[in-house]
């Protein structure tokens, strides 16, 4: 069974950063591509950013420049770093595999 965990949310002043991780077990084979999504309180969840299984990376506009995704195959991790954190970062972030998601990780910025 496929289970992603995420981690590394927190609260954080504007400006600042952090790094949030996504552990993958369950899957078989090589994992392809992974994303990372967010979702603020009254709003639709959004893609934030995606990475292929060769590392190749896309991202929504807001976050150029500020986030950036990677993965570590042998650990079956990904990760965001996320700096220059903003207000409206504020979200609950998930990792998403195939159709299968975590639980996600709630990340706050203050202003």
């Known amino acids: 069974q496929v289970q992603l965990v995420e981690s590394g949310g927190g609260l954080v002043q504007a400006g600042g950063s952090l790094r949030l991780s996504c552990a993958a077990s369950g899957i078989i084979g090589r994992i392809n591509v992974m994303g990372w999504y967010r979702q603020a309180p009254g709003k639709r969840r959004e893609l934030v950013a995606v990475i292929t299984g060769d590392g190749s990376t896309n991202y929504r506009d807001s976050v150029k420049g500020r986030f950036t995704i990677s993965r570590d195959n042998a650990k079956n991790t990904v990760y965001l770093e996320m700096n220059s954190l903003k207000p409206e970062d504020t979200a609950v972030y998930y990792c998403?595999?195939?159709?299968?998601w975590g639980q996600g990780t709630q990340v706050t910025v203050s202003s």
């Open positions: 998403s595999h195939n159709g299968f």
